[in-house]
């Protein structure tokens, strides 16, 4: 099944087809989410948000971009809003999150996660749809609502900072 | 006449400062296939650029690696998604027969409605009719109780359906 078969069983309410789409897309979505809210109980509620969002409005992907595009820009909104809310004080109860994987306790991990932390979330969303989603620059713009050339020096600015942090 | 430039140098050359720009998305193959000569022709003679790049190359590995340590998502959110999904659905109607191809859905939450119809030839689903649109909560007590039936026969199908 293509993604646009896929989206357009969902937009017809198949439950199924809602699960398989969840199968292949959670992962990036948390994963994504937890790159801009650095919480993992708050990035897991982006992507419970995000799915309750497209099951909603499957109707309106238009087709225009990629559907993991689509999926990712819905994830970014979501994950906005939820910081705004964080900010105004309408905190999200932390909750224990069993993982399968634990954080990992190598000193390079932990030099990582302190580099990655001192980034501005814009910084960590490009750095993310760039390095680890392998998007283009007309991917990574559509998903972040902002010009191309921007994207580009967004990144440029980011891997700066990235690396003097990691020196 | 012809310019000769053209034959000379097909590819445009370009400075330091656009290869740096397109470093990220040369490592990660995202390039066109015109830019990624334009990178590479520039790469090839520029040993400042050559040094940065194994540079970039050092942070992707370490960004990639580090967001896939992130957890991966559980069953136990899907669990969560599914039962605040589907519990919102009032009713839900799914008419149709395969043997003439066409479906008709209709779903109706205290939030939302929509309505969708599709058409089904040689293994080709074509949208016929689309509609959704926000709802009053009001409504739903106006919702015909004949639909239960159906409703409660699809949800216990496709409860099976996703239990698997």
Request: glycine share 6%; aromatic share 6%.
């Amino acid at each position: 099944m293509t993604d646009a078969q896929l989206i357009e069983a969902v937009a017809t309410g198949s439950r199924s087809a809602f699960r398989n789409l969840y199968e292949q897309y959670a992962d990036r979505i948390l994963r994504f989410a937890q790159t801009i809210v650095r919480e993992p109980h708050l990035a897991e509620e982006v992507l419970q948000e995000t799915m309750i969002a497209v099951w909603r409005s499957a109707g309106r992907f238009g087709g225009r971009s990629k559907l993991s595009t689509w999926l990712l820009g819905i994830a970014r909104n979501q994950a906005h809003s939820l910081l705004r809310r964080e900010k105004r004080g309408q905190r999200t109860p932390a909750q224990t999150m069993e993982t399968e994987n634990p954080a990992p306790s190598i000193e390079q991990q932990v030099v990582l996660e302190k580099a990655f932390g001192a980034l501005t979330p814009a910084q960590r969303e490009v750095l993310h749809l760039t390095f680890y989603d392998h998007l283009t620059v007309n991917e990574a713009a559509s998903v972040l609502g902002i010009p191309p050339g921007t994207v580009k020096s967004r990144m440029y600015h980011a891997r700066r900072t990235l690396a003097k942090e990691l020196q | 006449m012809t310019k000769r430039t053209n034959d000379l140098c097909p590819v445009p050359p370009i400075n330091c400062l656009d290869a740096k720009e397109l470093m990220p998305w040369f490592v990660t193959g995202r390039l066109t296939p015109e830019q990624e000569d334009r990178f590479a022709a520039h790469l090839s003679e520029c040993p400042h650029c050559q040094r940065e790049l194994v540079e970039v190359l050092r942070l992707q590995n370490a960004v990639s690696s580090h967001i896939e340590k992130c957890p991966a998502a559980t069953d136990e959110t899907w669990k969560k998604i599914r039962s605040r999904a589907f519990a919102a659905d009032i009713t839900k109607i799914d008419v149709g027969t395969l043997l003439l191809g066409f479906q008709l859905g209709i779903r109706a939450s205290s939030k939302h409605s929509s309505l969708n119809g599709s058409l089904r030839i040689l293994g080709k689903t074509y949208r016929v009719l689309g509609h959704s649109g926000a709802r009053s909560s009001a409504r739903k007590d106006r919702l015909d109780p004949g639909v239960s039936i159906a409703r409660d026969a699809e949800l216990k199908a496709e409860k099976e359906e996703c239990d698997v």
